[in-house]
């Protein structure tokens, strides 16, 4: 059987056909180039926690509120509203109308007001100033919503329904959102019964989550399965099973909500590839799901059918699940990750192949103090700092750290001041 993290991820794209099949291999499918068709360059050789120019770099870019991080992009949103993206754009997922690949921040054609943007797999989803959905990049899985199978949009175009909504996740090949009447909708790819809906068919339009009378105030669009927040602060997920990622003591595919063993109070969540974490109203970090590279934190590599404490003691604020890694913010504002390595997307300064990983929280270097972090389902990691600056580190084969090279970064540097 290959290997999960056999070669260089983000000069690829995972092909969730080949997922489907054999659920523990991922194979590989060659992406396309832009602008920036070089090919990506070593890591850098500086002092680790030491980023390049960032003094002269940080005075210039822009000053974002959020980020968030896809397989081979990022967006992020500015303290003026407006959406920027930067990274892999060969579905049109920057937004820019184009299908150019960025390595700085391209502004989101068509003047929305954006409050919040959610990168997925080759697309993106946003939630306009005045709550409104809209997606843009590839929608072969209906992963824009809009009600049709054109395979992608250039540009944002509204999620069909006319809905208004609080909050929205965009995942691997489906995205989730919760209306402002606190109402759970699913689109997309719906194999596993991702989408909540009792039964395994696709929609490319939004369609209400069969909650049995839940109430939920998050939910968050994962790998191939989802998981949401309830008003009671208790987490329930659906979806794809065969890892333990909807954390209910067993496995099997879950075509309604389950609820996650444990009883704990929970007041964050973050759904992964093929893992979960949450954190508790205390601080205290669960995983469950894939323990492969240690993506669950608690020392081992082991599969967890149910949440297991992330080891080391550390209090979070919050946490984000990626492919085989996980990041998160301390009560005291610093960033740990956990998990793999194989591009240096833990942060740590360290870097040793496809091989490299970590089986419990080691801090990220260079001191900063972060607000929140993402690194969904990539081989990136992003964040954004007390003083709104966004940094990111790891893979960069796409341009997708920002930084204006294609330099794999094993510690955070400074997203670049827009094209």
Known sequence: MSNPDGSHFLSALLSWRAVRLAAPVLVLAALGCGEDADSPTAPDSRTPGASPDLAAATATSPSFVQVSAGITHTCGVTAADRAYCWGGNGEGQLGDGTTTDRRKPRAVTGGLRFRFVSAGNQYTCGLTTNDRAYCWGSNIWGTLGEGSDVPSRLTPVEVAGGRRYRQLRAGFHH?????????????????????????????????????????????????????????????????????????????????????????????????????????????????????????????????????????GGLHFSGV????????????????????????????????????????????????????????????????????????????????????????????????????
């Open 320 to 419: 984000t699940a990626g492919l085989f890694h996980t990041c998160g913010v301390t009560l005291a504002n610093a960033a740990y990750c956990w998990g793999s390595n194989g591009w240096g997307q833990l942060g740590d300064g360290t870097y040793s192949g496809e091989n490299g990983f970590r089986t419990t929280p080691g801090a990220v270097v260079g001191g900063l103090q972060f607000a929140r972090l993402s690194g969904m389902n990539g081989a990136h990691t992003c964040g954004v700092t007390l003083a709104d600056r966004a940094y990111c580190w790891g893979d960069n084969s796409r341009g997708q750290l920002g930084d204006g090279t294609r330099t794999l970064r094993t510690a955070p540097v400074p997203v670049g001041g827009a094209m």
């Open 175 to 311: 995205a989730c959102a919760v209306t402002l009447a606190e109402v759970a909708f699913c689109w997309g790819d719906n194999v596993y019964g991702q989408l909540g809906i009792g039964e395994a068919s696709s929609t490319t339009a939004p369609v209400r989550v069969k909650t049995g009378g839940l109430v939920f105030r998050q939910v968050f669009a994962g790998g191939g399965h989802t998981c949401g927040l309830t008003a009671e602060k208790r987490v329930w997920c659906w979806g794809r099973n065969d890892f333990g990622q909807l954390g209910d003591g067993a496995r099997g595919i879950g075509l309604s909500p389950l609820a996650v063993a444990g009883g704990h109070a929970f007041a964050q969540l973050s759904a992964g590839l093929v893992h979960t974490c949450a954190v508790t109203t205390a601080g205290i970090a669960y995983c469950w799901g894939r323990g492969f590279r240690g993506a669950l934190g608690d020392g081992t590599q082991n599969d967890r059918l149910a949440p297991v404490p992330v080891a």
